[in-house]
């Protein structure tokens, strides 16, 4: 949801005044702003502001966005709003942070953008996030296409294995904060999330009414049945662990350009953060956020980049690529999680592509006539056909081909 009709002015007011004490500005009042571009966003309700006021005799501006929990609790969907919340405050809270100190160190690392917080308050029902926005800074969603071309792909890779990067440094530099950060990003798995893990099998059920006949029954039968194991071994049968977005796709993605090219890239929402393989986030990516065509053409080029990109910032920081994550188990994990990835992507897409018009998350696509719809399943449809055949085309599925 992102209506700010859930969220009282009053309320509004007193989270404002906070963030005013605590960045010491005197005299301030706000302005609602508005994105000129909305990516999708399902849990929370997002309020871009202007917060203006007077800080040693100067005029002050700050660009803000709040991201606020519905505060009825009518509106908030089982527990996953709670835990949602809980994640991305520790994210913000305190990974983030170790992040910019390992950024002064690494210089390779300057690259991936960490947006400023302003303040965080984590009560039931009153959870809130107030960070920098980054849309006031020239960084937009990209919306001209529901997919990726190969210039902002290639720049959300390396974006993707920094943040990766920066997992593992944390967890050689920091290991009591990496370990507080396995127990609260828990993995995906029926025990963490059983609502998320019913609306997977959900899905399955759709796909296979929708692809009845075909030749891809028995694969999606093999991942209906199996579903629980092939989420869990993402975590349990990889030879690499990190903290990983868990959600990585171009609607969390903000890009800034230059002449018309992007140049920069921000990573945003990390309420599905979690402990995973890093070849999952990488698998996802590219397999939710690119047509068939620039994966046949550019696969490899892509994971050549992810894997340069992670090990040139792993040897700065002086940790032994190789022996961590190596191309090899790299490559292997990518074949463990590629199963859990077409589940995942199933459930994204049919949301995405416009067809789940009911239940707490919904389609922001409304399908009014019987060819909307039509349409919307021939969009999941085409879409799915081609990540099942490429997954298949690159070896990624004979476990559940068996």
């Known amino acids: 949801m992102n209506d700010n009709n859930y969220i009282r002015d009053d309320y509004l007011s007193s989270v404002l005044e906070k963030i005013a004490i605590k960045s010491e500005l005197q005299s301030w009042n706000y302005e609602k702003q508005f994105f000129q571009n909305v990516a999708q966003n399902y849990f929370g309700v997002i309020i871009p502001i202007k917060l203006n006021g007077k800080k040693e005799g100067k005029e002050i501006s700050l660009n803000l966005v709040l991201k606020l929990a519905p505060t009825d609790e009518r509106y908030r969907v089982s527990g996953a709003v709670t835990s949602f919340f809980q994640r991305e405050i520790f994210i913000y809270s305190d990974i983030l942070p170790a992040y910019r100190k390992i950024q002064n160190e690494i210089t390779t690392l300057t690259d991936f953008i960490v947006p400023e917080c302003y303040y965080l308050k984590n009560n039931y029902c009153e959870e809130v996030i107030t960070m920098q926005n980054m849309c006031a800074n020239g960084y937009i969603p990209f919306v001209n296409d529901s997919i990726l071309d190969i210039e902002h792909l290639v720049i959300s890779i390396k974006c993707l294995a920094n943040f ?20 609260t990003c828990v993995p995906l798995s029926r025990k963490a999330n059983e609502r998320f893990i019913t609306i997977l ?12 006949n075909t030749q891809y029954i028995p694969a999606l039968e093999r991942l209906q049945k199996d579903c629980d194991k092939f989420v869990e071994v993402c975590y349990k049968s990889v030879n690499a662990l990190a903290l990983c977005h868990g959600d990585i796709w171009k609607e969390n993605l903000l890009f800034k350009y230059e002449h018309g090219k992007p140049v920069s890239v921000c990573m945003i929402d990390y309420q599905t953060a979690r402990i995973s393989s890093p070849a ?32 040139e910032n792993l040897l700065e920081a002086e940790i032994p690529v190789n022996k961590i ?19 995942i992507a199933n459930t994204a897409i049919w949301l995405s592509s416009g067809c789940q018009q009911e239940g707490h998350v919904k389609s922001k696509i409304v399908l009014e006539t019987e060819e909307d719809i039509q349409k919307a399943l021939c969009l999941y449809k085409n879409r799915m056909t081609t990540i099942l055949d490429d997954l298949i085309s690159y070896g990624y599925l004979k476990d559940v081909l068996e």
């Open 325 to 343: 994550y190596s191309r090899q188990m790299f490559d292997a994990d990518l074949i463990t999680v590629a199963p859990a990835c077409l589940v």
């Open 164 to 183: 990766h990067a920066l997992s593992f440094i944390l967890k050689k530099q920091d290991s009591h904060l990496f370990n507080i950060t396995q127990s």
């Open 280 to 311: 999952y986030d990488v698998l996802y990516l590219i397999i939710s956020s690119s047509a068939q065509d620039l994966r046949r053409q550019y696969y490899k080029q892509l994971l050549d980049t992810y894997y340069q990109t992670l090990s």
């Open 201 to 212: 099998l959900d899905r399955l059920t759709k796909a296979l009414k929708v692809f009845l």
